[in-house]
């Protein structure tokens, strides 16, 4: 057996440290500054006091509220001012509770908390269990995601596919298996498997890995795979999505999206937008149609779909016995990393994001009609870096 430390035991048992050693402190007292210790670990991570408002974390709308009512009881002052290294009690960066909105800090710490109407520092600050404290940190750890514009149109298109019944949503089970592109629902949020680490082993013996998760809310963490298991368990609405099942795009048995025979398109626009005129051969629209291409671009210059200009047909495919909405589906997934991010506005000046353009070589996308003609369009994406369809690893 490794030798492990009496700490290192005492982390492996699940025992709080702070709370094994003897304290010359009052259970109050040991209240009040276990409470503190967190804002600080806050402020250590941060570089800033926790702050209110609804954009942010719940934990630290909490350790706002909290330091709060630290910094106006003179008690919580005299004990703590010894301690304060960072000088948070004679700050001023959080706003006062009371020109909160709607749902303020009191009434969600009274949900989170378990108590009715918390009035005094005692029950804001009380010793929670050490099982809780890591679900705490855990959060705490979600930072912004920097590049987030690039995982944003895989989580739009994994909405798409559950509103159209492409990917359905599964009970997560107990060490359930957890793989690089997975997604998942974990409070209330879409959250996706970006990268998984090499695996490892957790103190207990059970097989772990370091894994990069992104949030729909547009942050990331680098948490254990063990800790996104555990935490996936005990949601109630914690789920696991299935991976994409478009069915048959090709049959003899017509649904209502079914066309007898159709068309998918490829176009270039010839805007004179300069992002659009510097990137005119890279900068492909992927259709699907049941009636003539010529009939859909007719007045493209008048819709922001074409990005309010004429367009070129540089490539049709025609296909016979076609499921539409399943095939445009398939090129959203395909392409979702390569989706362009561009906003123009339609002619009564609304804003307009149109999702059917991507930054895509002509030679992928036809390579792309044919792997979806030979069924082996299976678990592949696009990748930018090389320009080219790549196995997705599991």
Known sequence: MTNLSDDDLLDALGLDQELAKTSSYSTR??????????????????GRAPQHGEENDVFERLYAVRLDRMRKQEECRILLESLDYQGLLN???????????????DDLLAELEGEAEPSSITELCHVRPRAEIRVAEEIAKREKCGDFGRFQPLFEQ??????????????????????TGNFFVLGGQLVYVAEKGEELKAPNGHPDARLKVIYSNGTESNLLLRSLQR???????????????????FSANWDEDDVESGTIYVLRSLSNHPFIAENHKLIHKIGVTGSKVESRIANASLDATYLLADVEVVASYKLAGINRTRLESIFHRIFASAQLNLTIHDRFG???RPKEWFLVPLYVIDEAVSRILDG?????????KTASLVQLTK
């Open 29 to 46: 007292e040991e209240h009040i500054i276990a409470g503190f210790e967190e804002i600080q670990r806050f402020m250590d991570r941060y």
């Open 231 to 249: 935490a996936l368990y005990k949601d109630e609405a914690g789920r696991r999505l299935t991976e994409p099942d478009y069915g048959p795009l």
């Open 158 to 179: 994994v909405q798409n596919e559950l509103n159209s019944g492409v990917r359905q949503t599964r009970l997560f089970g107990k060490d359930a298996g957890i793989n």
């Open 376 to 384: 082996s369009i299976t678990n592949v994406a696009y990748d930018p």
């Open 91 to 105: 700050k001023n960066e959080v706003i006062s509770v009371d020109s909160m909105g709607s749902l303020d800090d």
């Open 350 to 352: 609304n804003p307009v």
